[in-house]
């Protein structure tokens, strides 16, 4: 079973569009993370969620929205994508510090290309 | 703020040889955790070992071992025996108390047959 899933695995759209990126874990973590990797594969932090509950959102546009609907799901919201949002973007879980082994769960990326 | 830093951005090996791939960070705190991550072509993100900051002794996963050096901010990784399989990109990260990670901005590694 996958514990850190995301869908699409590829996504190819046009600029101006609206798409979202699913994500879902089966590993009871209360924490997950998007982050975002560009081409030359610098990793940043884009969100994270603590039971549901936004706990950091680096300086992202706000064109970029994530939704939690529940601690297992983080799904990923762009609108109106642009050139510059092509990337490869990971969801991640882990378990809150008190509970931490100190150990991110990545999902496979998801790769944004934008026309 | 915690940053870390990995300076070689790319590394190569000989099949069967040994490689250390360096990283530094800077924190004030004291207590936290260090990683090191593997992402090889396929893409996806893969722990390779992990250390705590309060454990003096060097973490080690059978082929990989770590040299981390508190005092001077260092954890560097080495990998011994390389294999083709090793050839990925290496990140180093570190995870504070209030469960913030941070990336270097990786090492490419290439095992040459």
């Known amino acids: 079973d996958t514990a850190v899933s995301q869908t699409p695995k590829y996504l190819v759209t046009q600029m101006g569009n609206d798409k979202s990126i699913k994500c879902e874990q089966n590993?009871?973590?209360?924490?997950m993370y998007w982050y975002k990797q560009d081409s030359k594969k610098f990793l940043k932090i884009m969100f994270s969620?603590?039971?549901?509950?936004?706990?950091i959102n680096e300086t992202v546009p706000n064109r970029f929205s994530p939704k939690s609907p529940d601690k297992a799901h983080l799904n990923l919201h762009i609108n109106s994508l642009e050139l510059g949002d092509s990337a490869v973007y990971f969801c991640?879980?882990?378990?809150?510090?008190?509970?931490?082994?100190?150990?991110?769960?990545f999902g496979e990326g998801s790769r944004l290309t934008v026309l | 703020a915690q940053t870390v830093t990995q300076s070689q951005p790319e590394m190569s090996v000989q099949e069967a040889e040994t490689v250390t791939l360096s990283c530094t960070y800077d924190t004030s705190e004291s207590n936290y955790y260090l990683f090191w991550y593997k992402q090889p072509p396929s893409r996806q993100m893969i722990l390779v070992i992990r250390?705590?900051?309060?454990?003096?002794q060097n973490a080690t996963e059978n082929r990989f071992s770590v040299n981390f050096q508190k005092a001077a901010k260092s954890f560097s990784l080495k990998i011994s025996d390389s294999q083709l399989g090793d050839t990925a990109m290496y990140f180093c990260?570190?995870?504070?108390?209030?469960?913030?990670?941070?990336f270097g901005t990786g090492t490419s590694l290439t095992v040459i047959p």
């Open positions: 991640a879980s882990s378990h809150h510090a008190r509970l931490n082994t100190g150990e991110l769960f």
């Open positions: 250390q705590e900051a309060y454990k003096q």
């Open positions: 969620y603590n039971n549901k509950e936004l706990i």
């Open positions: 990260a570190f995870m504070n108390t209030g469960n913030q990670f941070y």
């Open positions: 590993l009871g973590h209360d924490t």
